[in-house]
């Protein structure tokens, strides 16, 4: 698998395994995007993470998964 120059979407990447894989993938030279639930938890992975792009959405929500991004 490459993990540069691809664009990343990561469910669950605020913390653990999501967000270490963020960082992997950040690190390689991706664009990384992080989605959860909690903006404050999405907003403190920027701050230590700077380049990461971050949304908040709830997967478990049918709308909030196909709500285009504006
Ligand atoms: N197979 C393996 O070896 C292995 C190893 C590690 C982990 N895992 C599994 O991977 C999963 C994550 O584990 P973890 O330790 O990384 O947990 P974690 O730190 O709690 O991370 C889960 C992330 O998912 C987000 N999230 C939860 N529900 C969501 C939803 N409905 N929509 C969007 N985001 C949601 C949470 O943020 P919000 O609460 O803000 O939404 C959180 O950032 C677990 O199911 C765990 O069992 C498997």
Do not use: W
Request: with cysteine; proline share 3%; net charge positive.
């Amino acid at each position: 698998m490459n993990l540069s120059n691809n664009t990343v979407l990561l469910t669950g990447g605020a913390s653990g395994i999501g967000l270490a894989l963020a960082v992997r993938f950040l690190q390689a030279g991706s664009e990384v995007i992080i989605c959860g639930r909690r903006a404050e938890k999405l907003a403190e992975a920027r701050q230590r993470y700077p380049g990461l792009h971050t949304r908040v959405c709830d997967v478990a929500d049918a709308a909030e998964r196909v709500e285009p991004v504006r």
